[in-house]
């Protein structure tokens, strides 16, 4: 009896094997390129997507202005030229002539530039800069290869948000006329050195290279796909299994794809910053949100808080020693008013030291334990840091007497307290990608940014003298003076600069050069060379 | 079918050693071992067994390996996680909050769900076939999907996990219990008790409800491990117990990605919550075979 | 017969209709979906716009009654996250999928519960019966995601038998599916090994041995037959765990099912993808629900007049 059983049960063994076998022998020669991506939104409508979303266009849609991948300037795309009038007011695009949307739909005109910006017109459209392009008054077709924007006022940041680091991406208005939305929807062309194949919801999307490209680009890999998975262990057992060549990974993750012999490729420009905000700094007279019992409305505090921080030590071990020092929050190397002398500063005014920090507390009337917050953390696909760098920030507080409480929320929460001004009991980490001077005060600083993240009437006033100069140097001079009063005040507590860091198979990928930039951080695909 | 075995045969005695075994055999030893020593001893005195404190770490000394591995040392036997707190004292306060949660919730969930049992099994009716109702929706709700729900719109806390678990717990004991109700009332004595003018409650409560506790002590055994994986299922969808609470689960969803490079940051919990459920598993299903033979199906 | 089916669909519809409200309310308390939805730059002007494009401007009960009208269409609105998608139309994408891996999540949970269950039955209280216990057990004590991670490093990148994820032929569903399927193993086991003990105390089987048929013989084709039919019930339960098993599942393995589906739905505040997918689901178990009692009633008649 227990032979039969045995019997039975090796039967079954057997055919679980076979069932074994049938799994396929992987693709020895690499034409198709495999990117495992932490995920985005997926929609053909780019109009309300995201810019680092916009990964999912990079390969097929173009932008009227490249960003170049090793010096960052804006260069001709689809525009060969470009002009703006004196007042800031008007800019003049000289369209590229010869360039032919994919699928047939014939050549690209200004009335595919009309087009495309009327969908980022449409009334649901979300993306980064649906505010910025509403701001146009008209987009003038003035004849087939020359478009001009009206804008309402002055407006300096045309050239970003134009570019691949903005988000206005050209679409044929020939596919739309014949097919609707519907033909777009399934397969939307562009004029990229892919085309647009399909997605597989939830799980890909592919595109395939294009022979006959404007611009002669000519992809290495046929065809390239996108595939979405949301674990990062998942990520790298893809790519360590052999599955994908590329990875995005989360820094910490790195190192282990680095011992199994995968390479990094970062992008030449640093991309995100990360900084922790105070909650609760509305200095404009009688508003209502002001707290004079919260904490760090004492600059002191503000100062203590930074200086409890080892920033070496956080950096080598979270991330891994991938960053540099951010000075101010939002201002890197190639920003506007970006101010020299603010590293030299730093180490004295925000630089480790516990025991000062503690003086300082003590100063300002906390003593050992006095002073009690809540550390708000959340993560987003991607960026799995957030609590981490929680965590580790109420550890340093403890070392200076301060007691802290963790709360992981997600990313919609924690907005929905900010932008109420709700938010005076906590303190944050974020990671934010880079944005012009000009545009990331509006965002965050001006009174009537939705963010608040520290407001007063000097800022306020800077602001608007900066929306209303057009004149280079004298920009400099507010745009820096906006950031060395953020330095001086502590505005919060900035922390690093982060490149975009991509993990690939070094067999697969050879060099792969990217600004980092471009809306999509990984981009420029077609700029990868082969391992030989 | 005759067999033949030691005890049928009266000329023959077993060694003593032989024998004692035997009447230890009976109960499920392994299991309750490790349960008292991975699950009880830790959680009733984790502050004197614990090392460290669980909640201080050091970012100079993250990621240690345990002692065992090269660059490890005794320091931290069982490694260190990500932010240098010692896995051990996590591990050892771990054991203390599954157990405090499987508890609470068991407790509150399986509390309501015997009361609810107990009203519908016994007045039957419109109250029952109204409760039954309830226990029918609260079975067939995809109770994972509110939980998220419920944790995004709440934000995590204790609390917060208890209440999904009560949500997930209670219909099970209100459905045991009012199955045996209604066999149990038509008993002789619930009609004596009835002629002697107790009334319903006194019934429910002194005459009913001890016939039922035997199931009930088997259900909560067995749930005590359920719920002990569903805490960490719900660490694992951001829905668990907030940071920086030493908890098994959280423990495992936050070093999960590490799993090559430094495994020990979430083998370990999975370890503990392994032998653990498994034991408790292990142990519900003796309870079962000698307690209550009726709830093999449940 | 006929006033017992209306009664009870009467029930389950108006169960469904609870459960709408349940999950309207509830994911309107998680926060205003246009802080996921629109840019940091996005200022007042621009929630007001997208506000009232979605209709997130008129009151709560306006907007209940405009989603309870469409509902009872089958219309659950678009998706806000997945633009140019219906929501109900998401559900239906993926809902094979994740269909698909339930089913052989259930198989695959089956083919190792029949045997280990068959082995204790029939060896019961040698060692045999204790290890079929503890692998059938194993499954019900580890952490499902914690299995599969696991089970991903050893067999798909260390061994490379299997994809790691994604979905795609019968091999990139073996790890899901065993992940998902382990932790039922137990409790069919649990059944087959009762009826097995059942069956096999049984005066024919007795009467087989006795006639001197094989021994595996009984065991196979008298006992396991009989022994084989599971109650319906029991299967529609364990049908419903799966499905909601599947959201750890899906999200370790990328399974582009319903519950990675709502998972992100979820992050993403998209509350009409939230609420198609749970009444979906709700309708499906009480629906299940409703045609087993109606079968037993059937069968049983003195259901009917309880």
Redesign the interface.
Known sequence: ??R??M???LG?LLA?AI??E???A?DAKTQKLVFASA?F?????FW?I??PDHLQYDPFLETLLEVDPKTGEYTPRLAEKWSNSPDFKQWTFQLRKGVQFHNGFGPFTAKDVVHSHALMMR??????????WRQVDKVEAVNDYQVVFHFKRPTTIMPYAASRAGDLRIVSKAQWDKEG?EGF?KRPAGTGSYRYVGR?????ISFERVDNHWNKERPAFKELVF????????R???L??G?AHVADL?R??Q??AL?KGMKIFSSSFPVDWMTVYLGGQYYLPNDPAFKPDVAWTKKPVRQALNMAI?RK??LN??FAGKGTMTYVTGWSEKSEGYNVEWQSRFDRMYGYDPTKAKALLKEAGYGPGQLKFKIL?F?EPGE?EG??V???L??YY?EIGVETE????????V??MF?KKVIQCCIWPNI?SWRPSE?WI???YHS????HHYENEFIDKQYDLLTKSVNPAERQKIARAIGDHLFEEFADIPLFWFANEVVANPKVIGEWVYPGLAAGRSTHFNLIKPAK | MATVTARTLPWYAPPRVAHAWRRVKRYPVVSLSILTFVLVIPAVFAQYVAPYDPLKGSLAKRLRPPAWQQGGSIEHPLGTDKLGRDILSRMIHGARVSLMVSMVAIFVGGTLGTALGLTSGYFGGRVDSLLMRLVDISLSLPTILLALVLVAAVGPSFSTVIIVLVVLLWARYARLVRGETLAIKERDFIARARVAGASHVRIMTRYIFPNVVNSLLVLATLQVGYVILLESALSFLGAGLPRPTPAWGLMIADGRELIVTAWWVSMFPGLAIMLTVLSLNLLGDWLRDHLDPKLRHV | MQRFIAKRALQSLLAIWVMSLIVFTLVRVTGNPLDVMLPLEAGPEDYARVSKHWGLDQPVYVQYAIFLGKAVQGDFGNSWKWHGHSAMGLVWQRLPATLQLAGFALLVSVVIALPVGVLSAVMKGTVWDTVAKVIALLGQSLPAFWLGIVLMWIFAVNLGWFPTSGRGGIQYMILPAITLGWFQVAAIMRLVRSSMLEVLDSEFVKLSRIKGLAEWKVVWKHCLRNAAIAPLTFFAIIAGVLMTGSVVTESVFSWPGTGLLVVDAVRARDFQVVQAVVIVFAGIFILTNLLVDILYAYLDPRIRYQ
């Not at chain 1, 595939?227 to 998942?234: I, N, P, V």
């Not at chain 1, 963790?406 to 929460?413: F, N, S, T």
Request: glycine content about 4%.
């Open positions: 009896m227990r039969s059983l019997l039975i049960v079954l679980l069932t074994l049938t799994a396929p992987q995920g939104d997926e929609s053909n409508r309300v995201s810019r009334p649901e459209a979300t993306a980064t800069l649906a505010g910025f939305q929807e597989q919801p939830g799980l890909s595939r979405l998975a949301r674990e990062e262990s998942t790298l057992a893809l360590l299994s599955e989360p910490e993750l190192k282990d011992k080892n030590e956080l071990t979270v953390a993560t799995s609590p981490q929680a965590e580790a109420g550890i403890k963790i709360e992981v929320l997600d990313w919609a929460k907005r929905e932008r934010i545009e509006r965002t965050s009537k940014s939705p963010n």
